[in-house]
């Protein structure tokens, strides 16, 4: 599938090409976008240079040069490097006028990039791990001078890698909590049922693989239905029945308020990523 409209025709810098900036560059390329109209950086020059052989891109450790007439700029950094590094673009003038910056950093608000970028197009996102198969979600908030044009720009960036909503600001260290984290707690999960197959005599890879697949199939029955999960739950409870037993095991072990909690926790803690300003 190619892209079509106007995110073809802007160029595009990632900076921080980790494993989200490579899901990025990974869905702008299989959609067609230009590789002329790409640049990454990363960390280190061997890894530059890995990345430009195997993309196609070109691909460095300079974010200012990167970030240089971009007319996108992701920044795709660890939280305690956007400001710094936000700085150190200002210093070095790499920004054009009316270029948008889009942040994935948890815990970094709008207010505090713009504090340094100043009246720069500022948009918030947070992707999660399944962006990196095209099965993710991703959340974006827009910042005061971010147009709407812009945030359909940011909408197609990242429609390659999954669902895209738009929530505001206030919502996102909840949407780190629950949709950055949560597939930790959903591998977590995953394993135990797994460890419960391997108890009653299932080999390994098999109560995996069935513990994968069912957990797949139940998310998709979710969103493909528009149900509310205990309606499809009461599908599956018969009177009496082996499901229902399951059921009140998971409610003895408090499992309703621990995954709560765990997104509760993972949210707090969240908010306090984005450090001093």
Excluded: W, Y
Aim: with cysteine; proline share 5%; glycine share 12%.
């Amino acid at each position: 599938m190619k892209e079509t409209g106007l995110l073809q025709q802007k160029t595009i810098a990632v900076l921080g090409a980790g494993t989200m900036g490579q899901a990025i560059l990974g869905g702008l390329l299989a959609h067609g976008h230009p590789r002329a109209r790409i640049r990454a950086t990363t960390r280190t020059a061997s890894a530059a240079k890995a990345l430009a052989r195997e993309r196609g891109i070109r691909a460095g450790t300079d974010n200012a040069a990167a970030a240089a007439g971009a007319d996108v700029v992701v920044l795709c950094l660890k939280p305690m490097n956007v400001l710094p590094v936000c700085r150190a673009l200002r210093a070095a003038k790499a920004l054009k006028r009316g270029s948008l910056v889009l942040s994935i950093a948890a815990g970094v608000k709008i207010e505090a990039i713009a504090e340094v970028l100043g009246e720069t197009p500022i948009i918030r996102a947070m992707p999660n791990t399944p962006c990196a198969i095209g099965r993710g979600m991703i959340v974006l908030s827009r910042g005061p001078h971010a147009s709407d044009a812009q945030v359909a720009l940011g909408l197609k960036l990242f429609a390659p890698l999954g669902r895209v909503v738009e929530l505001e600001e206030k919502h996102m260290d909840t949407v780190t909590g629950l949709s950055a984290s949560g597939p930790a707690f959903v591998f977590v999960m995953i394993e135990a049922l797994a460890d419960g197959g391997v108890a009653r005599g299932l080999p390994r890879q098999v109560a995996i693989d069935m513990a994968s697949q069912m957990v797949f199939g139940a998310a998709s029955m979710v969103l493909e239905s528009g149900r509310h999960p205990a309606a499809l739950k009461d599908d599956v409870t018969t009177p009496a029945g082996c499901t229902i037993a399951g059921i009140l095991a998971l409610e003895d072990g408090r499992i309703r308020s621990v995954l709560s909690r765990a997104v509760e926790v993972a949210s707090v803690r969240a908010g306090e990523l984005g450090g001093p300003k």
